[in-house]
């Protein structure tokens, strides 16, 4: 009885232990001599000619023209067997070889970028990457003021990696575009872009831009990222410590002055996110590009037609007589270089009076040079130097596309291959039964080189599929990416083989 009496009575005990309890705190607030805590009465007005009123004040200027740009890509695969680039594990592989013939499954995958509105009649700058390879009907843009438009794809320029961009309207929000030849190291910048695509904001839906500040840490930068299954090598490139995460390429870098200086395209982390170090393509890389697209309808490159030794090392240095430059493989037919007298064992020190060191730098410089304007090359041939001049021209479509191949070549394999020519049966004493493409260069401690492939060695079969023509390579080639194990079947010497070699892996 007394147990039942007890259990009936807690509840109460609890409640009157709760009022006192209550009461006890009220009591000790209300003997408080000071206030609970401190209040600002003043209102800090920003000063708009100071650094934080200037840098809010950019901000307000450019956010109505910065953009959420949403895609989709369908994926098909076989009988499900591969997953997500995120979730696959070496059995996939397995299954993709022995059950290839089985019927295929699809599936969506959503991609995430920003962008900059240019023009009062919607066209948006952003990057390639952000777009590429997606289904184009499904390309979709949000704005700051919540509107969501279908957008349409006008130009993309893989090398450059600029894609232009059309919404339909009028009266839309721009930016203004600076000066990134005057930027100084250590000038402030600031990051305006979606990070995750307004992930942060979705479910209040306000497509507010995320910002982020910073320096420019570098100028001329050049660095390798991966964009899905590509490559690419990006040069004089605007390094900054302002944060740019996923989701943030295509949208501005910008100057206290709220001017585009940059589109923040990349960064360099082993995490997959921000680790401070970003780079963004100097917006005045990018008003070329658009001015020729304006010109020509189409984004067009100078050309002037010659083949670079991909390094110039210690060794051949020596042998041609110089320290450093640019060693030429060889010369386009019919192309400016030709026409100039620029030979194959020719060494490039200058352009227009500028040294260059690298490939990359000399590509870069004749980038900036228009369509048919002349420009000074000075080199060394045999021990001498010689200047000479020559009229750029536009690359070739077909050299376009074999560049981008022969890029993969170097950048994930590390060796170059070419047709099996008669000349190149001869060079290397290679058999008429032997079909395939043959290796002509091959990068010292690179990933051909540290299986052992020769020059002269001939590449049979590349992933199980077999190899007869650079057509047959191309394909193959374009399905390998970065860090990817592949499979070879070479004839190098008297030998036949199987080797694998790792694929470059390359930092994003």
Same mark, same amino acid.
Request: no cysteine; glycine share 8%; hydrophobic share 40%.
């Given at each position: 009885?007394?147990?039942?009496?007890?259990?009936?009575?807690?509840?109460?005990?609890?409640?009157?232990?709760?009022?006192?309890?209550?009461?006890?705190?009220?009591?000790?607030?209300?003997?408080?001599?000071?206030?609970?805590?401190?209040?600002?009465?003043?209102?800090?007005?920003?000063?708009?000619?100071?650094?934080?009123?200037?840098?809010?004040?950019?901000?307000?200027?450019?956010?109505?023209?910065?953009?959420?740009?949403?895609?989709?890509?369908?994926?098909?695969?076989?009988?499900?067997?591969?997953?997500?680039?995120?979730?696959?594990?070496?059995?996939?592989?397995?299954?993709?070889?022995?059950?290839?013939?089985?019927?295929?499954? @699809?599936?969506?995958?959503?991609?995430?970028?920003?962008?900059?509105?240019?023009?009062?009649?919607?066209?948006?700058?952003?990057?390639?990457?952000?777009?590429? +390879?997606?289904?184009?009907?499904?390309?979709?843009?949000?704005?700051? *003021?919540?509107?969501?438009?279908?957008?349409?794809?006008?130009?993309?320029?893989?090398?450059?990696?600029?894609?232009?961009?059309?919404?339909?309207?009028? *009266?839309?929000?721009?930016?203004?575009?600076?000066?990134?030849?005057?930027?100084?190291?250590?000038?402030?910048?600031?990051?305006?872009?979606?990070?995750?695509?307004?992930?942060?904001?979705?479910?209040?839906?306000?497509?507010?831009?995320?910002?982020?500040?910073?320096?420019?840490?570098?100028?001329?930068?050049?660095?390798?990222?991966?964009?899905?299954?590509?490559?690419?090598?990006?040069?004089?490139?605007?390094?900054?410590?302002?944060?740019?995460?996923?989701?943030?390429?295509?949208?501005?870098?910008?100057?206290?002055? +709220?001017?585009?200086?940059?589109?923040? @395209?990349?960064?360099?982390?082993?995490?997959?996110?921000?680790?401070?170090?970003?780079?963004?393509?100097?917006?005045?890389?990018?008003?070329?590009?658009?001015?020729?697209?304006?010109?020509?309808?189409?984004?067009?490159?100078?050309?002037?037609?010659?083949?670079?030794?991909?390094?110039?090392?210690?060794?051949?240095?020596?042998?041609?007589?110089?320290?450093? +430059?640019?060693?030429?493989?060889?010369?386009?037919? *019919?192309?400016?270089?030709?026409?100039?007298?620029?030979?194959?064992?020719?060494?490039?020190?200058?352009?227009?009076?500028? &040294?260059?060191?690298?490939?990359?730098?000399?590509?870069?410089?004749?980038?900036?040079?228009?369509?048919?304007?002349?420009?000074?090359?000075?080199?060394?041939?045999?021990?001498?130097?010689?200047?000479?001049?020559?009229?750029?021209?536009?690359?070739?479509?077909?050299?376009?596309?074999?560049?981008?191949?022969?890029?993969?070549?170097?950048?994930?394999?590390?060796?170059?291959?070419?047709?099996?020519?008669?000349?190149?049966?001869?060079?290397?004493?290679?058999?008429?039964?032997?079909?395939?493409?043959?290796?002509?260069?091959? &990068?010292?401690?690179?990933?051909?080189?540290?299986? +052992?492939?020769?020059?002269?060695?001939?590449?049979?079969?590349?992933?199980?599929?077999?190899?007869?023509?650079?057509?047959?390579?191309? &394909?193959?080639?374009?399905?390998?990416?970065?860090? *990817?194990?592949?499979?070879?079947?070479?004839?190098?010497?008297?030998?036949?083989?199987?080797?694998?070699?790792?694929?470059?892996?390359?930092?994003?």
């Amino acid at each position: 009885m007394k147990r039942i009496i007890f259990k009936r009575i807690a509840p109460v005990g609890l409640l009157i232990l709760g009022i006192g309890l209550i009461f006890s705190i009220h009591l000790s607030f209300a003997q408080l001599k000071n206030p609970f805590y401190t209040e600002s009465a003043e209102s800090h007005i920003v000063d708009p000619d100071s650094l934080q009123g200037r840098i809010i004040s950019a901000v307000e200027k450019v956010s109505p023209a910065v953009v959420s740009i949403s895609t989709e890509r369908v994926v098909r695969t076989t009988m499900g067997f591969e997953s997500p680039e995120w979730e696959r594990t070496p059995f996939d592989e397995f299954f993709k070889y022995f059950f290839e013939d089985f019927p295929q499954r @699809t599936y969506k995958t959503k991609g995430l970028g920003s962008g900059m509105i240019i023009n009062k009649e919607g066209y948006i700058l952003t990057n390639e990457h952000v777009i590429h +390879g997606v289904d184009k009907d499904k390309i979709r843009v949000s704005l700051l *003021d919540g509107r969501t438009l279908k957008a349409k794809i006008i130009e993309d320029d893989e090398e450059s990696d600029i894609a232009i961009l059309k919404i339909e309207g009028s *009266d839309f929000p721009t930016v203004i575009m600076g000066d990134s030849d005057s930027l100084r190291i250590g000038e402030f910048v600031i990051a305006i872009g979606n990070p995750y695509g307004y992930a942060l904001s979705e479910l209040k839906k306000e497509y507010e831009p995320t910002v982020t500040l910073g320096v420019v840490s570098a100028k001329e930068r050049a660095m390798q990222a991966s964009a899905g299954r590509e490559v690419r090598t990006y040069t004089n490139l605007i390094q900054t410590d302002a944060s740019i995460n996923p989701g943030n390429s295509g949208g501005p870098l910008i100057n206290i002055y +709220g001017e585009v200086i940059g589109i923040n @395209t990349a960064i360099f982390t082993t995490t997959g996110s921000y680790m401070g170090i970003g780079f963004a393509i100097p917006i005045n890389k990018v008003k070329k590009i658009l001015d020729s697209f304006v010109k020509y309808g189409k984004v067009k490159w100078s050309w002037i037609g010659i083949y670079m030794q991909p390094e110039l090392t210690e060794e051949l240095a020596k042998k041609f007589g110089v320290e450093k +430059g640019i060693l030429v493989a060889d010369v386009v037919k *019919d192309s400016p270089a030709d026409k100039a007298g620029i030979k194959p064992g020719d060494v490039i020190q200058k352009i227009n009076g500028k &040294e260059v060191t690298s490939p990359v730098e000399l590509a870069e410089e004749v980038r900036k040079v228009e369509i048919g304007e002349e420009i000074t090359l000075t080199l060394v041939r045999k021990g001498k130097e010689v200047t000479l001049t020559l009229t750029t021209a536009e690359r070739p479509e077909e050299i376009s596309k074999a560049e981008t191949i022969r890029r993969k070549e170097e950048e994930l394999l590390g060796m170059r291959v070419e047709s099996l020519t008669p000349k190149m049966r001869e060079k290397y004493n290679i058999g008429e039964r032997v079909k395939g493409v043959v290796v002509t260069e091959v &990068e010292s401690g690179g990933p051909a080189d540290r299986i +052992g492939i020769t020059p002269g060695a001939v590449i049979l079969e590349l992933n199980h599929k077999t190899i007869e023509d650079m057509d047959d390579f191309r &394909e193959a080639i374009n399905k390998v990416k970065p860090g *990817d194990t592949v499979l070879l079947r070479i004839h190098q010497g008297i030998w036949r083989m199987f080797v694998t070699l790792q694929a470059r892996k390359i930092n994003e």
